[in-house]
């Protein structure tokens, strides 16, 4: 299978003989541990630089709510289980400034900006494109550019360019990204030009939208450049590009309306994850150079 599946722990069986010699094994290192230097203990917390805000839902806690399968900003870690990505890392470093720690959770996001409204979470952060449409349900910090690019089969065998050149063609997309709303629109300017509509199909999952593409039941799938650029590098030879990135625009840390306590705050410590060195050098660790705020 392309895509791996979280995995299961191993577990492995031991002797009585084998958990009495590691016993024996731990109360040596427990003693040498007690004459000895404290160099192994765990660091101390970064001390906040950034007042936190005063409305968070848990005590010391940053709620954050993630679509985690739009790889590299946001994906499970199939060995830990747990979220990972550019996204993560930052909102987990904007957490830190400001003296918490950030609990990252899975939702839809189609249905993310509402969730965040209803308090399920303090911010989201998820690969959002700032438009005049989700300005009006949610204020945000911008961290981060990115534009639209097709990804097809190797070679190119439909001659894909752009979005003009999909009618008539399935076409996978996430559900309620801007991306989906640009194959809408381009849809019926093929219709208007006496072609067939562009047959979408929409997935809540972006791992599965990439799916369709490889089992050829899509020829191209429609998405943020830096997720293009993602699986080029990750299956190299499987995939190419459709023409060019397009439709460049800021994705932002979505905060709930008119909370400027919140809003406040994580502007603060992405102003001091910036200053500090911290956001170059995640944006290097991830690849993402052409997509770092200037």
């Known amino acids: ?25 731990i109360s040596l290192l427990l003693l040498s541990a007690c004459g000895g230097s ?28 993630s679509d985690t399968t739009y790889a590299p900003q946001e994906f499970i870690d199939t060995t830990s289980g747990n979220p990972t990505g550019f996204d993560v890392d930052l909102i987990k470093a904007i957490a830190q400034k400001m003296g918490l720690t950030a609990d990252v ?52 065998p439909k001659h894909i360019t752009n979005v003009s050149s999909l009618c008539g063609l399935n076409v996978g997309v996430q ?21 067939q509509p562009i047959n979408m199909q929409v997935l809540q999952d972006q791992t599965a939208v990439i799916q369709l593409l490889t089992t050829g039941r899509v020829v191209a799938t429609y998405q943020d450049s830096p997720v293009t650029d993602y699986y080029l590098k990750l299956y190299p030879g499987r995939f190419s590009i459709g023409g060019s990135v397009v ?5 932002g840390i979505a905060v709930r309306k008119g909370d400027s306590s919140m809003l ?16 170059h050098s995640l944006i290097l660790k991830w690849g993402l150079s052409n997509e770092e705020l200037k």
Do not use: H, W
């Open 1 to 25: 299978m392309l895509f791996p599946f979280r995995s299961y722990d191993n577990r492995r069986r031991f002797s009585l003989s084998s958990l009495a010699f590691a016993g024996m094994v």
């Open 38 to 65: 404290s160099g192994g203990s765990t660091p101390p917390a970064t001390k906040a630089t950034v007042k936190a805000p005063n409305d968070l839902i848990k005590p010391g806690v940053l709620l954050v709510g």
């Open 105 to 156: 959770e899975t939702t839809k996001f189609d249905s993310i900006i509402d969730s965040l409204d209803a308090k399920r979470f303090d911010v989201v952060i998820s690969a959002i494109t700032i438009t005049s449409d989700r300005q009006k349900k949610a204020d945000f910090v911008p961290y981060f550019n990115a534009g639209e690019s097709l990804l097809v089969q190797t070679g190119n």
């Open 175 to 195: 559900n309620g990204t801007v991306e989906q709303t640009d194959l809408q629109t381009a849809s019926q300017a093929c219709q208007k030009a006496g072609k």
């Open 247 to 251: 439709n460049a625009a800021q994705e």
């Open 264 to 279: 406040n705050a994580i502007q603060a410590a992405f102003n001091a994850v910036r200053s500090d060195g911290t956001y």
